[in-house]
């Protein structure tokens, strides 16, 4: 059974920077890729980006271009979540999530997220 | 504003049928499959239906999935009290490089 552990909470001042972490066990890590979900209090999901294992490359949402850096440790089976320039906005629960992705016939791209970490309170306030 | 655009609420009693509708557009969900999140608040989110209308395995054959056009929705029948959470749909977005949306979310309350 795939599990994915996240690191523990973290309160963070405006404008430094915080780094997650988001370690699988069971699967096969390296043949998928890890995405980054987050919550603010009372308010629906939204995705960061992505980290492809296979590629060993990461595609980022927009809004998070230049902020947020997705990487990952093969060799440890780790991923990881860097976001700076944290501002008060930013305060909200991290996921991270197994990605599944294929076409399918008809050419509909199926992307959906079968696991999840428990996610990660990252508090911004001075 | 969410891109996919759910209720924010629905209800029903015990051993009812409920549906969550899920509106999107033709960069998501009119050429991408939809996936439905489970979440119990202060837990993870938890993948109900994947690819418009397939069942993980664990979930209860309760739960389905359709979709139409730019247009999909969840339904849950024999509704239990357990199933009282939120429900997000989802998509790939083709818009911009490419990116994955969510709806806003339906509370859903077991009356």
């Known amino acids: 059974q795939v599990q994915l552990v996240q690191s523990g909470a973290e309160v963070k001042n405006p404008g430094s920077s915080v780094k997650v972490s988001c370690k699988a066990s069971?699967?096969?890590?390296?043949?998928?890729?890890i995405s980054w979900v987050r919550q603010a209090p009372g308010q629906g999901l939204e995705w960061m980006g992505v980290?492809?294992?296979?590629?060993?490359?990461?595609d980022y949402a927009q809004k998070f271009l230049g902020r947020v850096t997705i990487t990952a440790d093969k060799s440890t089976g780790t991923a990881y979540m860097d976001l700076t320039r944290l501002r008060s906005e930013d305060t909200a629960v991290y996921y991270c999530?197994?990605?599944?992705?294929?076409?399918?016939?008809?050419?509909?791209?199926?992307?959906?997220?079968?696991?999840w970490g428990q996610g990660t309170l990252v508090t911004v306030s001075s | 504003q969410s891109v996919l655009t759910q209720p924010p609420s629905a209800s029903g009693t015990p051993g009812q049928r409920v549906t969550i509708p899920c509106s999107g557009s033709?960069?998501?969900?009119?050429?991408?499959?939809v996936s439905w999140y489970q979440q119990v608040p202060g837990t993870a989110p938890k993948l109900v239906i994947y690819?418009?209308?397939q069942r993980p395995s664990g979930v209860p054959d309760r739960f389905s999935g359709s979709k139409s056009g730019t247009s999909a929705s969840l339904a849950i029948s024999g509704l239990q009290s357990e199933d009282e959470a939120d429900y997000y749909c989802?998509?790939?977005?083709?818009?911009?490089?490419?990116?994955?949306?969510f709806g806003g979310g339906t509370k859903l309350t077991v009356l």
């Open positions: 999530a197994r990605v599944r992705s294929y076409y399918e016939s008809g050419d509909d791209f199926s992307y959906y997220l079968d696991y």
């Open positions: 069971g699967g096969t890590f390296n043949n998928y890729a």
């Open positions: 980290f492809i294992l296979t590629l060993a490359t990461a």
């Open positions: 033709t960069s998501n969900i009119g050429g991408n499959t």
């Open positions: 690819s418009n209308n």
């Open positions: 989802a998509a790939w977005d083709d818009s911009l490089n490419g990116y994955v949306v």
